[in-house]
């Protein structure tokens, strides 16, 4: 069965740094997506098929320059670099995947990291 | 940025009854848009996609329909398990964007 198991999640100062890792195999299309307690969903980064280096990566304004998405294909590992971390940066953040080449939803959903900013 | 906007945000339904759930875009996605199913304390689930399609691996009773700024989700018969959070998501633009979400309850 396909899985994708986030880690990395934990309690973090306010301006301080967290590495967020999902271990995943088979997807092209890979994203975080995080959800703030009690609140909805909010796209936080996506990665195509080849990588930082060859491939495309897309953020929202709200943590674009903070956030840096990556992955090792080799390692089959997904990650996500967060820095200059804020208050309003805690919630739960998925690791998503999408088999596909095209299109931009996402098939399949890890159970999510939770992350606090917090002094 | 596309804002999704979803009514209403709370549905009350009794089971075996039939669900419908809004989602309205703020400019056209075509029908690049995808509904998930969120159960407390549960990651999100894919249903449709392309407005329509469903995912694999879901019942018959969920369907999608609607296209560029309209789009109706509807559970034609309420089974205890469907009682979650419902969200859609279009990918038609960057940045990607969700609706609020609609909370369907036990009437």
């Known amino acids: 069965e396909v899985q994708l198991l986030e880690s990395g999640g934990g309690l973090v100062q306010p301006g301080g740094s967290l590495r967020l890792s999902c271990a995943a195999s088979?997807?092209?299309?890979m994203s975080w997506v995080r959800q703030a307690p009690g609140k909805g969903l909010e796209w936080v980064s996506s990665?195509?098929?080849?990588?930082?280096?060859?491939?495309?990566?897309y953020y929202p304004d709200s943590v674009k320059g903070r956030f840096t998405i990556s992955r090792d294909n080799s390692k089959s590992t997904l990650y996500l670099q967060m820095n200059s971390l804020r208050a309003e940066d805690t919630a739960v953040y998925y690791c998503?995947?999408?088999?596909?080449?095209?299109?931009?939803?996402?098939?399949?959903w890890g159970r999510g990291t939770l992350v606090t900013v917090s002094s | 940025e596309i804002v999704m906007t979803q009514s209403p945000a709370t549905l009350s339904v009794s089971p075996g009854e039939r669900a419908t759930l809004s989602c309205r875009a703020s400019?056209?996605?075509?029908?690049?848009l995808a509904w998930y199913q969120q159960k407390s304390g549960q990651a999100p689930r894919l249903l449709i996609y392309?407005?329509?399609t469903r995912a694999t691996g879901i019942p018959a009773r969920f369907s999608g329909s609607g296209s560029e700024t309209e789009f109706t989700l509807t559970v034609s018969s309420l089974q205890s398990e469907d009682f979650a959070v419902y969200y859609c998501?279009?990918?038609?633009?960057?940045?990607?964007?969700f609706g609020g979400g609609t909370k369907v309850e036990i009437k």
């Open positions: 998501q279009q990918y038609n633009n960057w940045p990607l964007t």
């Open positions: 998503a995947g999408r088999t596909g080449a095209r299109y931009w939803y996402f098939d399949l």
């Open positions: 088979g997807f092209t299309l």
């Open positions: 400019q056209s996605v075509s029908s690049n």
């Open positions: 392309g407005a329509s």
């Open positions: 990665i195509s098929a080849g990588g930082g280096s060859g491939g495309g990566t």
